[in-house]
């Protein structure tokens, strides 16, 4: 069974930054591309950024391209968001998923994470 966790959110004011990180235990993230997603109040989980499996393509919400970067780390079996230049649309809770190929769709990912909030005020 997967188990990954998320952590590394907390509040921020509007042009700071913060590192998201997703551990995981059960298996090695090496096996799954690697998705954040992330939903604010009353709305929908929306994608922000995937990595596959060896690192070499990465994709990104546009509202984040040039803000965010995913990156993977196999020695740690950690998937990092680093968040730099963050808006309060940004507030949200961040969760981490699991998938046999990179996307940006919601339905592809088999497992996730219980999420992290992120709170950026202005």
């Known amino acids: 069974q997967v188990h990954l966790v998320e952590s590394g959110g907390g509040s921020v004011q509007a042009g700071g930054s913060l590192r998201l990180s997703c551990a995981a235990s059960?298996?090695?993230?090496?096996?799954?591309?690697v998705g954040w997603f992330r939903q604010a109040p009353g709305k929908e989980r929306d994608f922000v950024a995937a990595?596959?499996?060896?690192?070499?393509?990465?994709y990104y919400e546009d509202s984040v391209k040039g803000r965010f970067t995913i990156s993977r780390d196999g020695a740690k079996n950690t998937v990092f968001l680093q968040m730099d230049s963050l808006k309060p649309e940004d507030t949200a809770v961040y969760y981490c998923?699991?998938?046999?190929?990179?996307?940006?769709?919601?339905?592809?990912?088999?497992?996730w994470g219980q999420g992290t909030q992120v709170t950026v005020s202005s």
């Open positions: 059960g298996s090695t993230l090496n096996n799954y591309a």
């Open positions: 990595i596959d499996r060896t690192a070499v393509s990465s």
């Open positions: 998923a699991l998938g046999n190929r990179i996307s940006w769709f919601v339905g592809h990912y088999d497992y």
